[in-house]
């Protein structure tokens, strides 16, 4: 059983900054791939960036050059840095592990860009 719990989101200016964290228990965190999601009411979950086990990474066209996911494999724990927030960006912010055919989700944890 794996359980992911994110944290650092709040409201932040346009143009400012935000890191989060998604903390994960169980053993297989090392091991996987770590993706960021985030999803804002009436739409579908929007995949954010990938990390795998081995630090490459990979974004979606639309925050390349502003974010950057990291991982402490020590502390079981995957970052997102974003920079240069836009309002259109507020949304609850999701991590992600799939493992043996399993998908795991944390709650979520929630950034509000202001204009």
């Known amino acids: 059983q794996v359980q992911l719990v994110e944290s650092g989101g709040g409201l932040v200016q346009a143009g400012g900054s935000l890191t989060l964290s998604c903390a994960a228990s169980g053993r297989i965190f090392s091991i996987n791939p770590v993706r960021w999601y985030r999803q804002t009411p009436g739409k579908e979950r929007e995949w954010v960036a990938l990390?795998?086990?081995?630090?490459?990474?990979n974004y979606a066209d639309s925050v390349k050059g502003r974010f950057a996911i990291s991982r402490d494999n020590a502390k079981n724990t995957a970052y997102l840095q974003m920079n240069s927030l836009k309002p259109e960006e507020t949304a609850v912010y999701y991590c992600?592990?799939?493992?043996?055919?399993?998908?795991?989700w944390g709650q979520g944890t929630r950034v509000t860009v202001s204009s």
């Open positions: 992600n592990i799939i493992c043996a055919g399993r998908t795991y």
């Open positions: 990390i795998t086990s081995g630090g490459t990474t």
